[in-house]
């Protein structure tokens, strides 16, 4: 449990790595021979689940000083491979362990046990390889090779097998189109495609992100990179610095295609003080109001702008709901659950979340096995008129291990 105080907050800390980068990179690092080099610091529990099944695929996986050395091999001495609570990491690395001529299993822990995973197999058995998986859930089990193709993805719930099959079939024997109607979080394929062209992968890719056409057998070498900075993990300590005081949060790319960096968009809708120098985003406290924002393509937005939307006067509303019911916890509920707890007034209007502003008293919280749910909960307590009891605070872990420490060090002495 952890006990967050109301208070102040002052100074700067740097962003953790983005995971999202983290496990693209680590992906596509084990599949390329020759030794790939990316620098991130410490790994958050989600990307050492990539590197665990990279390794488990064959790849070389060391710790270097500032990260990690991965060289890729395609001889996967591992039948089944542990994608931990990751969702990110089970849907991707399907694609990229349909490559193999072997079966493979990719297994889950915790919330991704109960999570969809349906998604993968049809596009899969389209392009060659054979994949099933338990009633739609994990374990999902593939056995490849791809041979490539024309296939049509669902992406309409999540694009992360999408970014999988990016990553897999510029390794196929054959040429491949891939079509993605109704894609959402398209910042994310952005991402990918924005970092895949960084490491040489052709592709030709429509203006719209629903149309990808891939050349098979391209022979890529091995990349060195820096991990960027994390918005979704930044955007809890910059609401955090538009409630409580003035944080900087250093190592952030304001032009990146993340999509939580519109977390900015959502601070100056809601009036606070806002100023970018160069790689630095600082948030001064100021007077708050409610504001209108679509989430839709960035839902995990939704926990820290709930915390921003406690301490506004008046009502926000935040479009995307449809989006909340399968991440690590049913966020929605979740999220009206444990702030009710707090007195904050939340409902659901049709695909909006409808929140009005006001006092929250201190109390006792449980983040439901959810690291966004912590960190929102834990941001908000900072303007409670009590101390806040987080129960399962440990579940930061999964995405950034150094939040509370990065916190406490935000406070003055």
């Keep these: 449990m952890k006990t967050i105080f109301p208070g102040t907050l002052r100074g700067d ?62 001889n996967p001495p591992a039948s089944v491979v542990d994608c931990g609570e990751a969702g990110l990491c089970l849907r991707m690395f399907s694609a990229v362990a349909a490559l193999f001529d072997r079966e493979i299993a990719l297994g889950a822990r915790g919330s991704l046990q109960s999570r969809p ?7 899969l058995c389209t392009l060659g390889a054979s994949c099933t998986t338990a009633n739609g859930l994990p374990p999902v089990r593939v056995r490849g090779p791809l041979t490539g193709g024309d296939v049509t993805v669902d992406a309409t719930t999540s694009s992360q097998f999408l970014t999988g099959l990016l990553i897999a079939l510029p390794h196929c024997k054959g040429d491949s189109v891939v079509r993605a109607p109704g894609l959402k979080s398209r910042p994310y394929v952005a991402m990918t495609v924005g970092f895949l ?13 629903e149309t990808f056409r891939i050349p098979g057998n391209q022979v890529l070498s091995p990349f060195t990179m820096t991990v960027e900075g994390d918005w979704s993990g930044a955007s809890f300590l910059l609401v955090a610095g538009a409630l409580a005081g003035q944080v900087s949060v250093k190592r952030l790319n304001p032009a990146d295609s993340q999509a939580d960096r519109r977390i900015i968009e959502a601070l100056e809708m ?38 921003l939307a406690a301490h506004c006067r008046g009502t926000t509303r935040i479009a995307g709901v449809h989006r909340l019911s399968s991440k690590e916890s049913d966020r929605g509920a979740a999220i009206i659950e ?32 959810d690291h966004r749910m912590a960190m929102a909960l834990a941001v908000a307590a900072l303007r409670a008129k009590d101390q806040v009891h987080i129960h399962g605070d440990d579940s930061i872990n999964k995405s950034y291990p150094d939040f509370f420490r990065d916190l406490e060090r935000l406070r003055p002495a």
């Design 270 to 307: 809601a009036g606070a003080d806002v100023r970018i120098n160069k790689d630095t985003v600082s948030v001064n406290q100021s007077e708050l109001n409610g504001f209108s924002f679509d989430a839709t393509h960035c839902p995990d937005l939704f926990p820290p702008l709930a915390a």
């Design 338 to 369: 444990e702030f009710g707890k707090l007195g904050l007034t939340i409902r659901i209007e049709g695909d909006e979340m409808v929140i009005t502003g006001g006092p929250l008293r201190g109390g006792d919280v449980d983040a439901h096995g």
């Design 197 to 209: 062209r960084d490491i040489s992968v052709r592709m030709e890719v429509g203006d719209d992100l």
């Design 117 to 123: 995973a349906d998604m993968v197999v049809s596009p």
């Design 13 to 74: 800390v740097a962003a953790p790595p983005s995971k999202s980068v983290a496990q693209r990179a680590v992906a596509a690092a084990c599949l390329i021979d020759g030794e790939s080099r990316i620098s991130m610091g410490t790994a958050c529990d989600d990307v050492e689940s990539a590197l665990r099944v990279a390794a488990g695929l064959g790849a070389m996986v060391r710790r270097t000083d500032d990260g990690y050395a991965i060289s890729g091999r395609i």
